[in-house]
T-cell receptor, first 117, second 113 residues
Framework: DTGVSQNPRHKITKRGQNVTFRCDPI?????LYWYRQTLGQGPEFLTY????????KSRLLSDRFSAERPKGSFSTLEIQRTEQGDSAMYLC???????????????FGSGTQLSVL | SQQGEEDPQALSIQEGENATMNCSYK?????LQWYRQNSGRGLVHLIL?????REKHSGRLRVTLDTSKKSSSLLITASRAADTASYFC?????????????FGKGITLSVRP
């Protein structure tokens, strides 16, 4: 079990630049989630995939954010025209599909810390 | 929006003491989970309790769930300095609703050696 892998671990960018993060979930997990966490807060849901299908997106996910999971394996999260308010830890998690409605335990990666200057 | 609210926000105890953390939530749930996060790292799942369960144990962890009060508590017995971390409760919606877990703001636990 290699766990959930996220790259890069840290990203510093200038306002207005585009950034892309990658997440490699646990191989047999078909659900993949993106969360965002700011200092002193809990993770906030952004979006989730069942295999390659993006099933839900939060209202937090503005049109500058896009996520893909092209072959139902790894996923990318892109932020275009970054703003200082995008500075946060971006967490990826995966889970096996199980009972209807989800709610299985999540396996998290170590996150990508984004700093927008 | 955050479904769970943990209490207290911060807790400082001496090594060997027990730590009790509480979580309240608003809507019906399928299960409730507790996670731990060390500074700058991802979250690690600790324990899951289903809506039809009242108490569950795992090692030094004991979690209770009271669905009538919409609350849960996490007890860590015989705490160690290595238990120092942030702890989050997360609620899973009833089946048929959206599948995401919703996290609270977390409790910062400091265990003094």
């Amino acid at each position: 079990d290699t766990g959930v892998s996220q790259n890069p671990r840290h990203k510093i960018t200038k306002r207005g630049q585009n950034v892309t993060f990658r997440c490699d979930p646990i191989s047999e997990h078909n659900r993949l989630y993106w969360y965002r966490q700011t200092l002193g807060q809990g993770p906030e849901f952004l979006t989730y995939f069942q295999n390659e299908a993006q099933l839900e997106k939060s209202r937090l996910l503005s049109d500058r954010f896009s996520a893909e999971r092209p072959k139902g394996s790894f996923s990318t999260l892109e932020i275009q025209r970054t703003e200082q308010g995008d500075s946060a830890m971006y967490l990826c998690a995966s889970s096996p599909s199980g009972e209807t409605g989800g709610g299985e335990k999540l396996f998290f990666g170590s996150g990508t810390q984004l700093s927008v200057l | 929006s955050q479904q769970g609210e943990e209490d207290p926000q911060a807790l400082s105890i001496q090594e060997g003491e027990n730590a009790t953390m509480n979580c309240s939530y608003k809507t019906s749930i399928n299960n409730l989970q507790w996670y731990r996060q060390n500074s700058g790292r991802g979250l690690v799942h600790l324990i899951l309790i289903r809506s039809n369960e009242r108490e569950k144990h795992s090692g030094r962890l004991r979690v209770t769930l009271d669905t009538s009060k919409k609350s849960s508590s996490l007890l860590i017995t015989a705490s160690r300095a290595a238990d120092t971390a942030s702890y989050f409760c997360a609620t899973a919606p009833v089946p048929g609703a959206n599948s995401k877990l919703t996290f609270g703001k977390g409790i910062t636990l400091s265990v003094r050696p």
